[in-house]
């Protein structure tokens, strides 16, 4: 009975009473006090050993079918519609430099498209024309 | 002009706030429609980057700061054992900042932003709004000045903290963003005042409102001291460092992105300790949230607390962030802190402030649960759509599905969010009405009692 008036009065030492409202000093969890070291020491080692982003390759070896996709992506939009000649074995109608120079420049009603593109993109262009038949 | 009654600003600011979140939920409902119906009031002024921009910055500086300020206003003076320092000044602050708002919204349909989310109102707005929440800053430190209990209560140090950082997050964000024009620094700075609206100031009024209701409603101890300590300091630490995560695997140096994730993941402490506390002051009293409606959304807050900050970390981390970002999911997060915690917590002080002020009960319990019931149903309805969305858009995205497609892919769930999102907007017209009843209702109360009391003497 003493023993417990005692335990009771230890417990009332424990609390505070600030405007009017009664607060313990209970102790943190231990699982909370686990939670917290985990996360520091996950913190010190993201610092010291992660990137910070998201690391991204570098762009695979330069594409080999570039000539491809701008034809397809450029050309054929009017080339395959009716609205400008097939170009089906064009380069055995043409001469390299005038299929370049028309590209670049344009001929009648095709616009000139020279400034989208590098000279290595022309090139590969013309190497698909080539195969293009 | 401004009267001089006891708590009149407290109650003042809470039927303002409650006006604001029927105006800003509707303008957010809109949105929500847009997304089903693009042509929706289609005009000059209602078009949907007018119309979003309005429902962010109404929710947050209209309704939650203004519910924030009515609740610092009755907390703070019964915290200190005082009374306000000025009731005219708090009045007055209310009509000052309740016309700024005004210019904003009306700012923002016609089109005038200055693109900082979260601070979307123009400079000339800005400025004002600075002023505005000075003064009420002001008023309330002064309060806390002619305090007659020499100790600060926990919800103290967590108000008196958030009206100061809430003016330097918005000057930081505010005003230098607008003046340096480069990209990078710029939103950097736009989203240290994003992130921290959302953590020095909605999280830290809302957790000293928490603070305080809980030992109020149940009638128990608080259960930690050293627990309330530690979550204090550590979130007063580590917010601010947060902002930079918005912008994570975005063109910002690698140590500025670490700089954000590590503070992101580290914010678990004081949101931990913080709810630990909290469900210790419950423990053996978790039967009550049956019939006690502001300790139940009390604790469904304290829920929707612990859920954001599991998913606001994870957010943070690079390969997450490289699933969610820009979908549907970030909404969702977006509203669960806002909404779901401290919307939730707000109510609470609502219904255990106002019947204290007016000095009868609320006029329906029964609304309170439908308020309760519609809120709370609606907002996992709308979450869950979002989330299930943003996930499915991440991955679709990723795996190179065309673009139109994961448009057309995201209709069921634009919907279901409409549909939580009705839900949670008809709840608000159970709070509405029940405040208006129950102030009408202890007015007539007053006057009979004055007319019986003047008869019988």
């Known amino acids: 009975m003493k023993k417990e008036n005692q335990q009771h009065d230890e417990d009332r030492k424990d609390e505070d009473l600030v405007s009017g409202i009664k607060i313990e000093h209970n102790?943190?969890?231990?699982?909370?006090?686990?939670?917290?070291?985990v996360v520091a020491i996950w913190a010190i080692g993201y610092a010291i050993?992660?990137?910070?982003?998201?690391?991204?390759?570098?762009?695979?070896?330069?594409?080999?079918?570039?000539?491809?996709?701008i034809f397809t992506g450029t050309c054929l939009n009017c080339h395959a519609t009716g609205a400008a000649p097939d170009l089906k074995g064009v380069t055995d109608r043409l001469k390299e430099e005038d299929i370049k120079n028309v590209i670049k420049n344009g001929r009648n009603t095709m616009p000139a498209i020279?400034?989208?593109y590098t000279d290595k993109e022309i090139d590969k262009v013309y190497e698909f024309l080539e195969d293009y038949r | 002009m401004f009267t001089d009654e006891k708590?009149?600003?407290?109650k003042n600011w809470f039927i303002a706030a409650v006006i604001w979140i029927i105006i800003g939920m509707s303008m957010g409902l809109l949105t929500a429609a847009k997304q089903i119906w693009p042509d929706?009031?289609?005009?000059?002024?209602?078009?949907?980057?007018?119309?979003?921009?309005?429902?962010?910055?109404?929710?947050?500086?209209?309704?939650?700061?203004?519910?924030?300020?009515?609740?610092?206003?009755?907390?703070?003076?019964?915290?200190a054992k005082t009374k306000i320092y000025s009731e005219k000044l708090g009045n007055f602050s209310l009509v000052f900042y309740n016309i700024v708002i005004l210019e904003g919204f009306f700012a923002l349909l016609d089109g005038q932003t200055s693109v900082i989310e979260y601070g979307e109102f123009p400079l000339w707005v800005d400025v004002q709004l600075l002023i505005a929440i000075v003064i009420v800053a002001y008023n309330l430190f002064k309060t806390v000045g002619q305090r007659t209990e020499k100790m600060l209560y926990v919800s103290l140090w967590y108000f008196l903290g958030s009206l100061l950082w809430l003016p330097l997050t918005w000057i930081v964000g505010n005003?230098?963003?607008?003046?340096?024009?480069?990209?990078?620094?710029?939103?950097?700075?736009?989203?240290?005042?994003?992130?921290?609206?959302?953590?020095?100031?909605?999280?830290?009024?809302?957790?000293?409102?928490?603070y305080y209701l809980l030992p109020k409603l149940t009638g128990r101890p608080l259960y930690s001291?050293?627990?309330?300590?530690?979550?204090?300091?550590?979130?007063?630490?580590?917010?601010?460092?947060?902002?930079?995560?918005?912008?994570?695997n975005g063109p910002i140096p690698s140590w500025i992105s670490k700089a954000g994730v590590i503070p992101s993941i580290v914010l678990l402490i004081p949101v931990w300790a913080v709810l630990a506390n909290f469900w210790g002051t419950m423990k053996g009293s978790w039967a009550q949230t049956r019939t006690n409606v502001p300790l139940r959304f009390t604790m469904a807050g304290t829920i929707f607390y612990l859920f954001a900050c599991l998913q606001g970390p994870l957010q943070a981390l690079p390969s997450v962030s490289s699933v969610i970002k820009f979908t549907h999911w970030t909404v969702g997060h977006a509203h669960m802190g806002p909404f779901g915690a401290f919307s939730?917590?707000?109510?609470?002080?609502?219904?255990?402030?106002?019947?204290?002020?007016?000095?009868?009960?609320?006029?329906s319990k029964k609304a309170m649960e439908a308020h309760f019931w519609f809120s709370t149903v609606g907002f996992l309805v709308f979450a869950f759509s979002l989330w299930i969305a943003g996930v499915v858009q991440g991955f679709a995205w990723i795996e190179g599905v065309p673009f139109l497609q994961t448009v057309l892919m995201m209709e069921p769930y634009v919907q279901g969010r409409a549909i939580g999102g009705t839900m949670m907007y008809v709840a608000q017209f159970f709070l509405a009405w029940n405040m208006y009843k129950t102030i009408k209702v202890a007015k007539q109360e007053k006057k009979q009692q004055a007319l019986h009391q003047a008869v019988t003497a």
Request: charged residues 10%; hydrophobic residues 50%; aromatic residues 16%.
């Open chain 1, 49 to 69: 050993f992660m990137p910070g982003k998201l690391e991204v390759e570098p762009e695979a070896a330069p594409q080999d079918n570039k000539g491809e996709l």
């Open chain 2, 7 to 10: 708590w009149s600003s407290s």
């Open chain 1, 114 to 116: 020279g400034h989208l």
């Open chain 1, 27 to 37: 102790k943190v969890p231990k699982l909370l006090v686990a939670v917290f070291y």
């Open chain 2, 344 to 363: 939730f917590t707000s109510f609470a002080a609502i219904y255990y402030i106002l019947p204290k002020i007016v000095g009868r009960e609320m006029f």
């Open chain 2, 225 to 248: 001291h050293q627990l309330s300590m530690i979550g204090f300091w550590a979130i007063a630490t580590f917010y601010v460092w947060n902002g930079p995560h918005h912008l994570m």
């Open chain 2, 40 to 79: 929706l009031l289609n005009n000059r002024w209602t078009t949907y980057g007018h119309i979003r921009s309005a429902h962010v910055m109404l929710v947050i500086y209209a309704w939650l700061s203004m519910a924030y300020v009515g609740s610092m206003f009755y907390m703070i003076p019964k915290l």
């Open chain 2, 175 to 210: 005003f230098p963003a607008q003046w340096i024009p480069s990209g990078v620094q710029q939103g950097l700075m736009g989203w240290f005042l994003g992130h921290n609206a959302i953590g020095l100031w909605m999280t830290t009024v809302g957790v000293g409102q928490i």
